[in-house]
């Protein structure tokens, strides 16, 4: 990076941070109201500082490094649904959600389940809330901000160490946030929001520029199986043209490359979003996300009045529709333009499996087709190893090439593990995590450099302040408030700063570790997890909201038959049904396994009702400071927001 860039860089961060600290400068910390000052901003949010601080929460982690890195995959424009089903998503919660959590004057979503279930429902759901937003999305931020900057400078000091910028990304957001709070996030995501998707335009502008003038010998190497495009026509193509060359064709099974990219809808048989996916499983963790979860819901619940959190939910979901042109697609054109890099990237994240190897350990080595398609040699010498362990010699034809190395390998490995011989983390042929680092380094010239690189660390930074400040408001409010109910407002607040602290310790700590290869891509390593509480949540409340007769036992029985049931479907149900043929493809999707644990978590939940049902609908607190006129404005850009999603997904069926 120049001198010039590195010196706008940091004045930018380190003034849009200050910019946060001074707006909140005015919060009555000390004062009768401090913790709502603290936590909610004073509950004084308008529209834009709502819309623009949810995009800025959320887009980072998972696009930039995870849904980027999917789309680079063989996912390409199906991954998109998160975005797009996110908008539609939004617009209920705009009308169904936050109104009943508005009018209740809540500080955090398991508050809620106090109220409706009981105080042991409140504690169940803050203590595995803490538990899955502590060690997962926030250290999965930390360490997706890390692997951009490290991947994007892999030669500069600090900057290239994946580690060192692992701390520095968790102190500056710890700063801001002990300082501030809500306030301070707020303000610091209307710049970041804004700053983000600008720079993500530039960086899609840049790639599709790049794409035109590329040389057609080098492009043809990256199509996918069902393009049947030839160098002559992609020498007579624009960029957009050769785009839709290279990735053309039906979505078909298998690794990267198998097939199109350009599709939202692929198999029931993929093992990440089938088709079935889209009609119940992809739904819980959107409604669970931008409906539930304390540190996207925490912006809403600090709005001003129900008319402005409502515009704010709303102006959200349209900017979701932009989103998948500044991730989705770049990603795709990672893949394309820099395949090579991602390779690299892949050898030195390959290196530690590789010393197990040439040490001989006592471990059995898969790899993917991939690997054996860029490492044959390599990839022979592993199979005659694990051959050796395993004591059985697998048929291999010679004329199946890496496709045949790769089978010959799973039955070898499969022989290893029948005698007790424990297998390696399997070794990768692409880093796609790495695919937007990749796309900045090789893009980005001095000048511009700077902004781009600016606003993705903002993104990170502010997505790990927005989990800080939830987590520490969860821990203060759920579990501190209720040990100690005679702590002051002030109290709150210093107990509320001294989670911030340890919190960032502990993700810091864990964020480092997520760059192996076992946890298979940092999006899916988010998602996975998130669904050990998302569904029976999503349960809970459906009938918190809707069934004013619903047991009050209820709040507990369905989080914790969730986590039960989705390790079972995960561990024990899902792999017996799979091999035995039982399930519609050969792995059961986590989204499919979502959706059946909200579905026997609904039947336990209406079975529960008809048995013991409520005498009398529970009483809830009402909020009669609060404004709750509804927003007229609101519902027309709700529909403007589902037409222009169900265009969108017409064009990319």
């Known amino acids: 990076m120049a001198i010039l860039d590195l010196f706008l860089f940091v004045f930018f961060v380190i003034g849009v941070i200050g910019l946060g600290i001074w707006q909140s400068r005015k919060e009555e910390l000390k004062s009768e109201h401090g913790a709502s000052d603290y936590f909610l901003a004073g509950r004084g949010l308008t ?5 623009f601080s949810l995009i800025a929460a959320n887009i980072s982690t998972e696009q930039f490094v995870g849904m980027s890195g999917k789309s680079a995959d063989w996912l390409g424009m199906a991954i998109a649904s998160y ?28 508050e809620f389940l106090e109220y409706r279930y009981g ?36 030669d500069v000091p600090i900057l290239g160490s994946l580690t060192a910028m692992c701390w520095v990304i968790g102190i500056l957001a710890a700063v801001y946030v002990f300082v501030g709070g809500l306030k301070a996030c707020a303000w610091t995501d209307l710049v970041w929001g804004s700053s983000l998707i600008l720079g993500g335009a530039i960086i899609a502008v840049l790639a599709f520029n790049l794409l035109g003038s590329m040389d057609a010998d080098d492009l043809i190497k990256t199509k996918v199986a069902t393009s049947d495009a030839t160098v002559a026509e992609l020498e007579d193509a624009g960029a957009w043209e050769r785009f839709k060359l290279l990735n053309k064709g039906e979505a078909q099974d298998g690794p990267n490359g198998s097939g199109g990219k350009l599709h939202m809808v692929r198999s029931k048989q993929d093992p990440e979003i ?65 395949s090579g890099d991602l390779h690299d990237e892949a050898m030195r994240k390959n290196e530690s499996i590789l010393q197990q190897f040439e040490a001989k350990e006592n471990l059995a080595f898969p790899f993917t087709v991939e690997f054996a398609e860029t490492q044959p040699v390599k990839a022979a010498a592993i199979l005659a190893h694990n051959v050796t362990l395993g004591g059985e010699t697998p048929s291999l034809d010679p004329s199946s090439g890496t496709e045949g190395l790769f089978s010959a390998n799973q039955m070898a490995i499969e022989a290893a593990s029948a005698i007790g011989i424990d297998s390696a983390t399997e070794l990768v042929g692409y880093d796609y995590d790495a695919a937007f680092g990749t796309l900045l380094r090789n893009l980005l010239q001095p000048g511009i450099r700077w902004f781009v690189f600016a606003a993705i660390t903002g993104a990170v930074i502010s997505s790990l302040a927005s989990m800080l400040n939830s987590a520490s408001t969860i821990a203060t409010m759920d579990i501190y408030y209720k040990i100690k109910p005679e702590s002051t407002q002030p109290q709150l607040v210093v107990a509320g700063r001294m989670f911030v602290v340890i919190f960032v310790l502990v993700a810091s700590i864990i964020a480092p570790s997520l760059g192996s290869p076992a946890f298979g891509g940092i999006f899916t390593f988010i998602q996975e997890f998130q669904g050990f509480i998302s569904p029976g949540i999503l349960a809970v409340f459906i009938f918190g909201f809707l069934v004013h007769k619903a047991p009050r036992y209820l709040g507990w029985l369905g989080i914790l038959s969730n986590v039960f049931l989705y390790g079972f479907f995960k561990w024990i149900g899902g792999p017996f049904l799979t091999s035995r043929g039982l399930w519609f493809s050969p792995e059961m999707a986590f989204l499919d396994r979502m959706g059946l644990c909200l579905i026997i978590v609904l039947i336990i939940c209406t079975v529960a009702t008809k048995l013991h049902p409520l005498k009398e609908p529970v009483d809830m607190p009402v909020n009669k400071n609060f404004d709750m006129t509804p927003s007229k404005s609101a519902k027309i850009g709700g529909v403007v927001v589902c037409v222009a999603t169900l265009a969108l997904y017409v064009i990319f069926w």
């Open 274 to 338: 089938p088709w079935t996916a889209l009609i119940l499983g992809l739904w819980i963790p959107n409604f669970f996300y931008w409906g539930l979860n304390q540190y996207i819901m925490q912006r809403t619940l600090g709005s001003k009045s129900l008319a402005e959190g409502q515009k704010g939910v709303v102006f959200a979901a349209g900017l979701k529709l932009i989103i998948p042109f500044v991730v989705v697609i770049p990603g795709i054109l990672a893949y394309n333009l820099f």
């Open 119 to 154: 105080s042991f429902s409140r504690t169940v759901m803050a203590l595995a809330t803490l538990i899955i937003l502590v060690g997962v999305p926030t250290a999965s931020v930390i360490f997706s901000g890390a692997k951009v900057v490290s991947v994007a400078f892999v």
């Open 47 to 51: 529209w834009w500082l709502v819309g």
């Open 83 to 110: 975005e797009w089903m996110a908008a539609v998503t939004l617009v209920v919660v705009a009308f169904v959600f936050v109104p009943k959590l508005l009018k209740c004057g809540i500080y955090t979503i398991p």
